[in-house]
């Protein structure tokens, strides 16, 4: 079955910036969505189509790709940026969505 | 406003079923695909399955095909997910999401999710 594999955690100080990689074998051919999730909490979409960002989310918050690798760039890391962050995108045939394992984000 | 409302869910036991449904508003329902996202207690997310918004095909995922079947009532705009056979490995956050892309067909993301409910499958 298709994965998409991300780091499990990444530890950041605040002000710095922030990379979460996501890696699948479809993803030159699909397009990737990034989600925030806090605890207790519903995830949120950051990051659309690899590199669009929604109304509303900051400016500090992007995403780019490169091959069978995207990337969500947090730069200025802020205290309430900490959450968990999942990439989604679907396998090559388009028959199946799939979640990265999500990577926690902590600012030291 | 999109708003998402799911309900339906409560403790089962090993075997058994149970109807979820989310109510949809803020958007034409007709026009998006929709989906059903579960997350298991401390993990992380996993799909579960999409209806397109014509509701013409259906998809899911390996872990409940055969079992669990997605449904959407336009009149009520409403999406539903029958749930049979359920064993403990399905005790979970169901969420209800929609598509982000109109007239989608599966591989788009999820732009709104609902609060979710919890199901919890136990003897």
């Known amino acids: 079955s298709y994965e998409l594999t991300q780091p499990p955690s990444v530890s950041v100080s605040p002000g710095q910036t922030a990379r979460i990689t996501c890696s699948g074998d479809?993803?030159?051919?699909?397009?990737v969505y990034w989600y925030q999730q806090k605890p207790g909490q519903a995830p949120v979409l950051v990051i659309y189509?690899?590199?669009e960002r929604p109304s509303g989310i900051p400016e500090r918050f992007s995403g780019s790709s490169s091959g069978t690798t995207v990337t969500l760039t947090i730069s200025g890391v802020q205290a309430e940026d900490e959450a968990d962050y999942y990439c989604?995108?679907?396998?090559?045939?388009?028959?199946?969505?799939?979640f990265g394992g999500g990577t926690k984000l902590t600012a030291l | 406003q999109v708003h998402l409302v799911e309900s339906g869910g409560g403790v089962v036991q090993p075997g058994g079923s149970l109807r979820l449904s989310c109510a949809a508003s803020?958007?034409?329902?007709?026009?998006?695909?929709m989906h059903w996202v579960r997350q298991a207690p401390g993990k992380g997310l996993e799909w579960v399955a999409f209806?397109?918004?014509?509701?013409?095909?259906?998809y899911y995922a390996d872990s409940v095909k055969g079992r669990f079947t997605i449904s959407r009532d336009k009149s009520k705009n409403t999406l539903y997910l029958q749930m049979n056979s359920l064993r403990a490995e399905d005790t979970a956050v169901y969420y209800c999401?929609?598509?982000?892309?109109?007239?989608?067909?599966?591989?788009?993301?999820?732009?709104?999710w609902g609060k979710g409910t919890t199901v919890t499958v136990s003897s």
């Open positions: 209806m397109r918004y014509d509701g013409n095909n259906e």
């Open positions: 479809a993803l030159p051919n699909q397009y």
């Open positions: 803020g958007f034409t329902f007709i026009t998006y695909g």
């Open positions: 989604q995108s679907a396998d090559r045939s388009g028959t199946y969505v799939v």
């Open positions: 189509k690899d590199r």
């Open positions: 999401a929609k598509d982000s892309t109109i007239f989608g067909v599966l591989t788009g993301g999820v732009d709104v």
